[in-house]
C-alpha cells in the first residue's frame, strides 16, 4: 500500500503489509525459508531464493520506501552494509565529497576500506556551501551528508546540497539515522538516495542489526538491487521481521524522544559545569531554522561538552545510573557514550579534534523514560566527575 494522502502514523502501521491471504494473519509472517519452489524451471511465484528476495524483508523495503516517499527500497544486513552498497555504485578514479562531521564507521570504510581501490574522499564542512563547490572535480561522482551530523548534530541544507550534486552531475546520498523519515524526507528536498541504519531508531529497541537504502530513481533502484542481490549482505527474515514490528510504533516514540531531549538540552544549557550544548532545537544552534524548516521535530540525539580531560569525560560517562554506557542509539533506552574512545575512536585524534570532536565531548541517545529522571542522573553523573 502506499498513499500519501494517509497521515504518517497509520502509514507507518499499515504501508507495504496487508493481512496473510492464505490464512488471515494480521501480522507478517516470518518466512523461514531459504529456498522457494518453482512451478516450471525458471518459472517461480515471485521469490526463488532468499538472498535474492523473502517475503517478510520485502514488505519492510515497501514499508520504508512509502515512508520516505520512494518507490525503490532495499535492506541489508547493517548500515555499513548500506554504506558499502552506494559505494559500490562508483568506480576506481572516482571522488567523493563529504562531511568532517560524520560517524565513525562511516569515515572508518571511506579512509580505510575504499581508498585503497583508488576511490578519493575529501571531507569538508558540508554547512559551508562555497567550500562544498571549490571541492568539486569533473570525476566527483557523489556526495555523502548526514543531517544531523554525528555526533556535533550540524543541519545541512538538504535542498541546497542537492541543486549543488546536480549542477555537479553528481548523486547526493543523505544518511537520515538520526531523523528518520519521521521527522525528515530527503528525496522530497532532491536527494537521490537516504540511507538507515534500521537499527536504531526505525527498530527502536536495540534487539536488531540492519539497514536500509531508499530512492524514487527506478535505475539506482535497479542497481541497488543488484548490488544486493549479488553481495548478499541482507537481514533475515527475523531481523525483518522485528524492524517491520518497530515502526509501527516509530512516531509515539520519536515524539517523546524528541520532548525528553528537549528538556535535558534547557537543562543541560543553564548547566554551570557544561562548556557548549549541541542540539538543533536550542535557538542559540547555528542550524536551528534551517532544522526548524526542513524538520518536523529536532531529535532525540544531544551532545554536549564538558571543560574536562578525556579521563574526567570518561567517569562522568561511567557514573550513570539510567544511561547506560553503550554505543549505539535509537533504542527506547537512554545511552550515554564518549565519542572520543567510542564511536569516533578510529578517526586520528588530530583530525578528531580538528573536526571539533574534542576530549570532553559526550553524545546522548535520549530514551523514553521519565526526563526527570534522566535529568537527576546526568546531575549526579556530572558532580561525581568533575566537581
Known amino acids: 500500500m502506499k498513499n500519501n494522502k494517509l497521515g504518517f502514523s497509520t502509514r507507518a502501521i499499515h504501508a507495504g503489509t496487508n493481512p496473510d491471504k492464505e490464512t488471515g494473519a494480521v501480522i507478517t509472517p516470518i518466512y523461514a525459508t531459504s529456498t522457494y519452489i518453482q512451478d516450471t524451471p525458471g518459472q517461480h511465484r515471485g521469490y526463488e531464493y532468499s538472498r535474492t528476495g523473502n517475503p ?18 532495499t535492506a541489508y544486513a547493517s548500515g555499513m552494509a548500506s554504506i558499502n552498497t552506494i559505494l559500490n555504485l562508483l568506480s576506481a578514479g572516482d571522488h567523493v565529497i563529504t562531511g568532517t562531521d560524520v560517524y565513525g ?90 540511507s538507515h541504519s534500521l537499527t536504531k531508531y526505525l527498530g527502536g529497541h536495540s534487539d536488531a542489526v540492519g539497514g536500509a537504502l531508499v530512492t524514487d530513481d527506478e535505475e539506482l533502484g535497479e542497481r541497488l538491487a543488484f548490488y544486493q542481490n549479488s ?17 509501527k510504533t516509530l512516531p509515539v516514540r520519536m515524539d517523546k524522544h524528541c520532548r525528553n531531549a528537549g528538556e535535558i538540552t534547557d537543562w543541560l544549557d543553564e548547566h554551570p559545569l557544561v562548556k557548549r550544548v549541541y542540539y538543533p532545537g536550542l535557538k542559540s544552534h547555528p ?60 578517526i586520528p585524534r588530530e583530525e578528531r579534534l580538528a573536526a571539533g570532536l574534542n ?22 553523573a556530572i558532580s561525581a566527575a568533575v566537581e
Open 56 to 73: 517478510t524483508r520485502s514488505r519492510l523495503e515497501d514499508k520504508l520506501a512509502d515512508l520516505e516517499g520512494g518507490r525503490f527500497g
Open 105 to 194: 564507521g562511516t569515515h572508518r570504510i571511506f579512509t580505510q576500506v575504499f581508498e585503497q581501490y583508488n576511490l578519493e574522499f575529501t571531507f569538508v564542512d558540508t554547512t559551508d556551501h562555497s567550500r562544498v563547490n571549490k571541492s568539486f572535480r569533473p570525476e566527483t561522482k557523489l556526495l555523502w551528508i548526514e543531517s544531523p551530523t554525528n555526533p556535533l548534530l550540524q543541519i545541512n541544507d538538504i535542498a541546497g546540497l542537492a541543486e549543488i550534486a546536480y549542477e555537479n552531475d553528481a548523486l547526493l546520498a543523505v544518511d537520515n539515522t538520526f531523523a528518520t523519515p519521521y521527522l525528515q524526507r530527503p528525496l522530497e528536498m532532491g536527494a537521490d538516495i537516504v
Open 231 to 247: 553481495v548478499g549482505a541482507t537481514p533475515g527474515p527475523h531481523e525483518s521481521f522485528l524492524f517491520l514490528r518497530g515502526i
Open 287 to 346: 542550524g536551528h531554522e534551517l532544522a526548524s524548516k526542513q524538520m518536523a521535530g529536532f531529535g532525540g540525539m544531544v551532545s554536549f561538552e564538558l571543560d574536562a580531560s578525556l579521563e574526567a569525560t570518561a567517569k562522568m560517562c561511567s557514573s550513570t545510573r539510567i544511561f547506560l554506557l553503550a554505543e549505539s542509539l535509537g533504542g527506547i533506552e537512554s545511552l550515554i557514550e564518549q565519542p572520543a574512545t567510542m564511536t569516533h575512536a578510529s
Open 359 to 380: 576530549d570532553g565531548l559526550v553524545r546522548l541517545s535520549v530514551g523514553i523514560e521519565d526526563h526527570e529522571d534522566l535529568i537527576q542522573d546526568l546531575d549526579q
